[in-house]
């Protein structure tokens, strides 16, 4: 296939693609711009789409943003994205809602601790601007595998029966990657369903008030916990919407014991939703009264993968690290390894003949902190379901949630960037001085 790639015009003596244009490949390509370097998307879809929900940005996900110099377009979407302390109220989801624990006594705040909820669609709408050329962007191009040709480059091959060939593969296609199989194998155990689903959708603030829910939902994240299930609702459009987000588990089985051979995410009968929360505390059945039309989604999470990289393939976002969303935590981990790889890639001394090194250094800063997330997401989940289990009652639960968002949230990702640039010139992959 004829390539976008303009090697006038980019920076690098490097061509890059990306397979997938999902938050996490939008942003990365965004992101290389930035440093003047191409890079042709290919999307499987007919064009940009993204789920019409909400989703949670903590700090560390807006710093990755901010250094990718995307942030301030997206919070000039006021309507969506208002900066704020998102640290959950956790609150029974029986009876009246009794107040459980309170994240904001976990540790002091500061203004750095804010973060954003946002509507997934106006995150595009912010993003697709600011891609710096439309012709490089390939729709219905679904990458079924990618092979080395005898000159060392990396191949593409498309479902259509078409190529593409690059020196730089960013597989960015979600949780069921196809690149994900030139790095970690075809091992179809690596994605495991949690035995959770989640029903998702949106009600407006004022539908809630009048059906007297007493619950500040414009302000603050809440999470109605219980046992097998818990919900999650917080604020989008400026405090006007409320994303709604109820998990069912079965723990009759063990995770990984069940596939589910249908699609993940499918239209259900409402009366499925409220069945399931029967017996749930008012606010909450106020709530999923009005969730008309949910879709249920089935949670899958990857076992954590050995490495992000083979040779001069790399992984971002969900697939490298597809996880449960109990912290809220997954597309920000996909922005920080867009972060981290932009400011490599785009370093002086990234060539092509020390990208293989670099994309080693990359992996050893971003496998095991983004599967740390991974782990601590799924413990989470359990801690939600847990409440009046044996050692989680009421009292219980401040030892098992203070903190629990801190190592995400707080992590500094420019000493990343410092650190693994020093390691580059240690071990002589960069020169130890530069003009940079
Ligand atoms: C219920 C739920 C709630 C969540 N809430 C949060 C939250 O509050 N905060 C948070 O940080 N995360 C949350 N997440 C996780 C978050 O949605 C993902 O981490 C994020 O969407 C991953 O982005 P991505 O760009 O890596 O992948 P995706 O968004 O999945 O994008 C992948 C793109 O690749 C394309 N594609 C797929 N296969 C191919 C192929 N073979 N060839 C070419 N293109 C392909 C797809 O069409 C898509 O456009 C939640 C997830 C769920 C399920």
Redesign the pocket.
Known sequence: MASAYNPNASAKDFRVAI?????????CAVGLSRFGIHADI????PK????G??????PN?LRALDGLGVLDTVLARGDDAERTLRRMVFVSGQGAHGEVYDYNDSSEFTDADTGI?IY?PAFLDALLPLLPNPNATHFN????SISTSTSGAQVIH??DGTTHEADLIIG????????RNAVAGTDEKLLQFTNTV?Y?GLVPMETLRLEGVKTNLARRVYNFIGIDKHI?A?PIKSGKIVNI?A?ATDNSVPVGSVEVNGPW?QPVPQQELLDRFSGWGHDVVAMLKHLKTPSK?S?HTLIPLETFVRGRIVL?????H????H?????????EDVFLLCELLGHPSTNLSNLEDVLKAYDAVRQPRANMVLKESFRAGVIYEALGKPGYGPNDMESHLAGIFEPIWRHDLDADVASTVAGLRERGSFPAVTNE
């Open positions: 397979v997938g244009g999902g938050m996490c490949g939008l942003a290919f999307e499987s879809a940009f789409d993204e789920v929900a909400g989703v949670g940005l903590g996900a909820g997934r191009k679904r990458c079924t498309f479902a960015a296609d979600g949780i069921k990657s196809t690149s989640a998702r999650i917080f987000v998990f995410v989604w949670i971002v976002g969900d697939a490298a597809a996880m449960a969303p912290l809220g935590a997954g597309v920000g981990q996909g922005f």
